[in-house]
């Protein structure tokens, strides 16, 4: 069975640093792109960044780049987001996802993860 | 980068009716790369549609998807208690790009 279990919940204060994860299992996690969706709440969905853990090709939405990293550790089928420097509005459900072809890019989302909840507040 | 645009935000019908979405696109969508999401409040979405008109696997037959280029559209033919729901549209044929629609809501009238 195909899951991506991410990291629990995170209460941070801004200025602070975060790193949040996403494991995947019941598949070659090397094979398929993983990204990363962020929904603030009551929102809709924002696609922040895609990486294909085989190689750790990674490609940022222009409204992300520059903002948060995305990265991964194929040795343990972890995929990872995170920043360096944490504000007020980063406040928000993140999901990561997986591509439903292997080595593709242009394929759609078939599985999710259970989503991150992130609140920064000082 | 493609917007997507769906209408109507909200649509109040009762268990039974058919439900018409729609997604339309700022620029044609390559190869109908195009797809629909459900989402439940405190769930992750949930692919229904891809390639503007392929269920997923497990979607039953009363949601179909139609329409090429800028327009498409999503269909339910009889709504079921369960599918009162937030719906997003997706492209990902401008790679790499992953837009999403604003999302409609159906609710209970």
């Known amino acids: 069975e195909v899951q991506l279990v991410q990291s629990g919940a995170e209460v941070k204060k801004p200025g602070e640093s975060l790193k949040i994860s996403c494991e995947g299992s019941g598949y070659s996690f090397t094979n398929y792109w993983i990204v990363w969706v962020r929904q603030m709440s009551g929102k809709g969905l924002e696609w922040m960044g895609i990486i294909y853990p085989g190689d750790s090709d990674t490609r940022y939405s222009p409204s992300f780049q520059g903002q948060v990293t995305i990265s991964a550790d194929k040795s343990i089928s972890t995929a990872y987001l995170q920043w360096s420097s944490l504000e007020a509005s980063d406040t928000a459900i993140y999901y990561c996802a997986r591509l439903s072809v292997p080595y593709a890019l242009t394929t759609p989302i078939d599985y999710w993860g259970q989503g991150t909840l992130v609140t920064v507040s000082s | 980068e493609i917007v997507l645009t769906q209408s109507p935000g909200t649509l109040s019908l009762s268990p039974g009716e058919r439900a018409t979405l729609s997604c339309r696109a700022s620029?044609?969508?390559?190869?109908?790369?195009l797809a629909w999401y459900q989402q439940k409040p405190g769930q992750a979405p949930r692919l229904l549609i891809y390639g503007a008109s392929s269920r997923a696997t497990g979607i039953p037959d009363r949601f179909s998807g139609s329409g090429s280029g800028t327009d498409f559209t999503l269909t339910i033919s009889r709504l079921e208690p369960e599918d009162f729901a937030v719906y997003y549209c997706q492209q990902y044929g401008s790679s790499p790009s992953f837009t999403f629609g604003p999302g409609t809501k159906v609710d209970i009238k």
């Open positions: 620029q044609g969508v390559s190869s109908s790369y």
